[in-house]
């Protein structure tokens, strides 16, 4: 389940759907058990969820999905689907949900929590309500005509409420948490203490960073749970890095990567670079993976971006989509992986380089295969220019191949 910066509650951290009920007024016990029975039930009928629309898109280019992952927790695989499910330890849960019109009595023990919009970042393909300083910059801009709803997380009730739920939880596996930049964050660290104060040790703590910031206090927290997974946030290992993730300095970035990645080693956490490429990103995402490789950590992409649209991998024109399919499909080659069957699990550690090239094997399909939306070119270039009039920089600096589409879209 997932609390969005404002307070309400969704049913997936990856579903794309909204809703008005919020922490300040239900407890997430009710929504889970009262609110989501007829999603419950929708999906025990085998209803396709049109809030789902990014899993879909993700397995249709053979990506592993959220949907997927979240299905293995369960012991259900899509391969082998009635059968699993049958032998689910939580079949007995479903057959009462079928029964009783998508109702329950199980309360969510896996959280995506979203704190706020404290960040240090601008990233060009985020929002307000994830980033402060975006917001800021919108508001200067004349792009942001309504600021972001306050953060539930701001109000130290709204805290406890959620504290004393996860705490009064039957086996409480895990708790991502999101910002902003969570280390920031202020209730990053209350959180981490109340759950401290009240020994939760034992449940898996997620968090991502953006890689410009270390915490000692936090750390010193973090260190003392037992199960961590550390997200780091990075689009490649390029300097046009610095311009998607303005005002990052990929140099910093690299060596406060590799900071963590020492302490998680120490620590034996799971560690992964969590990426989001996009059309300016994409040429040089396979310096994330080689960079994951020499360290040993996974590659994790919550999704295809679908926002802003005009971001998207598919504005390119198809021989610059094509040339860097080959590109990627070159690199896949080289390391001499192959497998017909695909891997679920991407959090083995024994499958780490089978998962990265999988992951790859995605991009290209996706690149190769996704719909044609250079239509969008002219909107991209109107977008670039409003933030370098603010940034002082430009695009052709960092990606001079994407000149002549670029200028022929009005840049």
């Not at 959280?111 to 917001?135: F, K, M, T, V």
């Not at 998962?355 to 239509?375: F, G, K, N, W």
């Amino acid at each position: 389940m997932k609390i969005t910066h404002s307070g309400n509650f969704e049913f997936c951290r990856w579903a794309d759907q909204r809703t008005n009920i919020n922490i300040r007024d239900h407890t997430p016990q009710e929504f889970f058990q009262t609110h989501m029975a007829p999603i419950r039930a929708d999906m025990l009928q085998g209803q396709p969820m049109s809030a789902c629309h990014e899993c879909y898109d993700m397995e249709q280019h053979h990506k592993v999905s959220g949907r997927q992952r979240q299905l293995l927790k369960t012991g259900v695989t899509l391969d082998s689907f009635e059968k699993s499910l049958r032998s689910s330890p939580y079949w007995p849960a479903f057959d009462a949900s079928n029964a009783t019109a998508g109702a329950t009595d199980l309360t969510p023990v896996d959280w995506q929590i979203d704190l706020g919009n404290h960040c240090n970042s601008a990233c060009i393909y985020c929002a307000p309500e994830s980033s402060s300083r975006l917001a800021q910059e919108f508001k200067k801009l004349k792009i942001l005509k309504t600021e972001p709803v306050p953060t539930w997380a701001n109000r130290p009730e709204l805290i406890d409420r959620l504290v004393h739920s996860l705490v009064s939880t039957p086996r409480l596996a895990y708790l991502h948490f999101l910002g902003g930049e969570t280390l920031i964050t202020p209730a990053f660290k209350i959180i981490l203490e109340k759950l401290l104060a009240a020994g939760l040790t034992k449940v898996n703590i997620g968090f991502t960073t953006n890689l410009t910031v270390w915490d000692q206090g936090i750390v010193d927290l973090l260190t003392q749970f037992e199960n961590v997974h550390l997200g780091m946030s990075v689009e490649c290992f390029h300097p046009i890095n610095d311009y998607v993730r303005w005002p990052s300095d990929i140099g910093q970035i690299k060596r406060t990567a590799e900071q963590w990645i020492m302490l998680g080693r120490q620590h034996r956490w799971y560690m992964t670079l969590r990426t989001t490429p996009t059309a300016l990103t994409i040429p040089y995402l396979t310096t994330v993976y080689d960079f994951a490789k020499a360290h040993d950590v996974s590659i994790e992409s919550s999704n295809f971006l679908h926002d802003p649209k005009f971001l998207r991998m598919s504005v390119l024109p198809m021989q610059y989509r094509h040339r860097m399919a080959d590109q990627m499909q070159a690199w896949i080659d080289r390391q001499g992986i192959e497998s017909t069957d695909q891997l679920v699990n991407i959090r083995n550690p024994a499958q780490l380089h089978l998962q990265i090239t999988q992951d790859a094997a995605s991009y290209v399909d996706y690149l190769r295969t996704a719909p044609d939306e250079t239509h969008l070119l002219p909107e991209l270039v109107a977008y670039l220019k409003l933030l370098e009039s603010s940034r002082g920089n430009s695009i052709l600096r960092y990606q001079p191949d994407y000149e002549h589409i670029l200028r022929s879209a009005g840049y």
